[in-house]
């Protein structure tokens, strides 16, 4: 039964029937801007003020004490000079997520879960990749996006079955929703190297970043964090990270916390 139901959904997405998210025209040339190497700050701060709503959320989150810990930001310009344009690019991009976060009657708590494991997941695999020396952009970016097809797929279950439990829609999601992921990557022209990075079922140096940063996402949640349990994982190796490593990277717990923060605001 389950994996009809995922079958059926990669089916609809096949088709063209499956409903995908928008992603803000701001955010997705926010990105563009960022790669281009003859773009400028006013440039970026121009395209951002476009949209009012998402450049308050964008200032909020340059504000907090995560990013802007000794100083006041005034303006996006200034923002962008401070924290770089990858730096703005990210923040733009994760606060038009937050936006369009799908909102289900009684899936609430499912779908926030999902939505902080995503954050997380990004957080985490910039830290692994800055220390294995990858790419940092792609790797927060694809930690980002690498479950967004978990909600498309719940709000699908739920419209074909209002009586369906969350349980189910997750234990579905899990056959299906990197497939969906890579379909909502590629509708926003997102980078090859995100894309690739999202397909944790393959194993290149994005995709095994993404993979580890989302195994610390998932201990970060738990009640009791079982770190120890992240030392083991297979593909570490494959990034040259080894034990000492992850201990490095455990140590950095605090300031992932204080990053979710702002970015939550």
Known sequence: MIEELAQRVIDKSVEGKLTMPMLPEVAQKAMQLAQDPDSDSLSLANL?????????HVMRIANSATYSPNANI????????????????????????SAVRYKIKGFESTL???WQHALLSGLWSKEVARKARKNVEAAYIGGLLHSI????????????DPTISAEKCLEVCELCFLQI??????????????IKAIQIQDSNELSDTVFIGSQFAQVNMTEQKQWTELIG???????NLYE?????????????????????I
């Open 244 to 264: 000492e490593d992850v201990e490095q990277l455990i140590g950095k717990f605090d300031v992932i916390q204080e990053a979710k923060s702002a970015m939550m």
């Open 233 to 239: 994982q297979k593909r570490l190796s494959s990034l």
């Open 181 to 194: 992921g890579v379909e909502i990557a590629k509708n926003w022209k997102m980078p090859d190297q995100v």
């Open 74 to 97: 005034i303006s996006l310009q200034q923002a962008i000079s401070r924290l770089g344009m990858n730096m703005i690019a990210e923040i733009t991009l994760t606060a038009a997520l």
């Open 48 to 56: 951002i003020q476009s949209d009012q709503s998402l450049a308050a």
């Open 112 to 114: 926030d879960s999902i």
């Open 149 to 160: 097809g978990k909600p498309v797929i719940i709000q699908y279950l739920v419209n074909e």
